[in-house]
């Protein structure tokens, strides 16, 4: 059936339909792809959070799909209620294990952010470990702003999992970072030639960085990307 889109009717049809074959895709077919885009479904064309959650959750616990157990963690999380704080992480873990590299990121700060609000948590330095670990994940899988964490992470330090600040870790998180498109770690990279922190001067390379930094900011002004859309 041929559709107008021009015409609100046949909009109206058009969604419909849809609807009907996701529902089918996901429920008789069990086509887990398909269940997503059902979630979605009901998340942007029906504003049925609810539904939206539920479908989610069910395509992750049933098959791994892991944007559905990101779109779940992401959802519960924006509910901001400090009782599902463990199942937020759970799903973004599931998540990273299905390999999602901003589920990582996501399950990195919120296991973080765990362990700072609770500085009497008996598992608090395996579960800062943990978080780390799951930040140089999402840092090597090719997330930008997790490679800027990690050098913000080594500029501060944790003393208590023996992070000590370390500037030539910085410039090497930094240096991925811009490698992966993170404007912000461009630009520290920059600064670090320009000053010799971390490493010699090298005008050349502060210069390479900066510009870098110049192309990137160029680029999401074209598009309207802002800094944080690759998440």
């Known amino acids: 059936m041929a559709y107008d889109l021009r015409k609100e009717e046949d909009v109206k049809k058009y969604l419909h339909n849809l609807g009907i074959e996701y529902r089918y895709g996901c429920y008789s077919e069990k086509n887990p792809e398909i ?12 504003k049925n959070t609810e539904q939206a959650k539920k479908v989610y959750k069910v395509n992750c616990d049933t098959y791994k799909w892991s944007q559905s157990c990101y779109k779940y963690a992401y959802m519960l999380d924006q509910e901001r209620k400090p009782e599902s704080i463990d199942e937020v992480i ?31 948590l008996p598992n608090r330095n395996s579960v800062l470990t943990k978080a780390i670990d799951l930040m140089n994940r999402a840092c090597d899988e090719g997330l930008g702003r997790a490679c800027y964490n990690l050098s913000s992470i080594y500029y501060h330090g ?22 992966f498109k993170y404007i912000n ?12 922190e971390g490493t010699e001067k090298n005008q050349e390379l502060a210069d390479v960085f900066r510009g870098k930094a110049n192309e990137l ?4 002004n074209e598009t309207g990307i802002k800094f944080e859309e690759n998440l």
């Open 217 to 220: 900011f160029k680029q999401m």
């Open 90 to 120: 759970n799903y973004f873990l599931q998540g990273c294990e299905s390999g999602l590299p901003k589920s990582c990121y996501f399950a990195s700060v919120r296991m973080g952010s765990k362990a700072e609000k609770n500085p009497d």
């Open 158 to 179: 944790i003393p208590e999992i023996n992070i000590q600040k370390n500037l030539q870790k910085i410039l090497e998180y930094s240096k991925k970072g811009c490698e």
């Open 35 to 46: 269940c997503h885009l059902l979630g979605m479904y009901f998340d942007v064309i029906k």
């Open 185 to 196: 770690s461009c630009t520290n990279a920059s600064l670090m030639y320009l000053k010799g």
